[in-house]
């Protein structure tokens, strides 16, 4: 069980990485749009800065799902860093157990308020308010199930079990900087 909650959860990472990934590209695009037509036509498109915003909604919530198997938010490291390393587990069992709640809550409320505003089209772009709404309790659910995976898998992360990363989680070979 163990083993196969680290591949799913590994898997549910790399997966999120790569879309949020590819929004930031998006995002960067929108960006160099929106500068180019304002400097070359002497005007800007409207509707690039209302997707720019939609978008970097959903990367902050599928990077959030990676963030969770890495063990990369910040509060979560500097606690665990107060205390002994054999309470270190349950510390961070403790911290994600508050964010699975903030989860659940998010999920509860953010559920409705999508289901809300789905007949609502964005004014510039025109698509349909759903799209950006649904970040929350999509981002919400895909952070609950890695934490669930986290939790199975006994929190072990990318750092401690590929054999290509070294102990900080850069390619192991390369040297730090």
């Known amino acids: 069980m163990t083993h196969a909650a680290t591949v799913a959860a590994r ?3 790399r997966s999120t990485e790569i879309a949020a990934g590819l929004l930031m590209i998006l995002v960067t695009v929108l960006n160099l749009t929106q500068v180019g037509g304002r400097y070359l036509f ?5 509707w690039t800065e209302e997707l720019m915003r939609y978008s970097m909604i959903w990367l902050m919530m599928l990077g ?11 509060g979560i490291e500097a606690l665990e ?7 270190a587990r349950y510390v961070k069992s403790a911290l994600y157990s508050v964010a699975a709640i903030f989860c659940v809550v998010i999920l ?10 789905a007949a609502q089209i964005a004014p510039a772009s025109g698509i349909p308010m759903i799209l950006p709404y649904a970040a929350l309790p999509v ?3 895909l952070m609950l199930v890695q934490i669930a995976l986290s939790w199975f898998s ?3 992360s990318d750092r401690e079990t590929d054999p290509a990363l070294d102990a900080d989680g850069a390619p192991a070979g390369r040297g730090g900087a």
């Open 11 to 13: 898997l549910l990472a």
């Open 42 to 46: 002497s005007t800007g498109f409207s």
């Open 64 to 74: 959030s799902v990676a963030c969770i198997f890495r063990a990369e938010h910040m």
């Open 81 to 87: 860093g107060l205390v002994r390393p054999e309470w």
């Open 108 to 117: 509860y409320y953010s559920y409705p308020l999508a289901l809300r505003n």
């Open 139 to 141: 981002g919400a659910a």
């Open 154 to 156: 006994g929190f072990e």
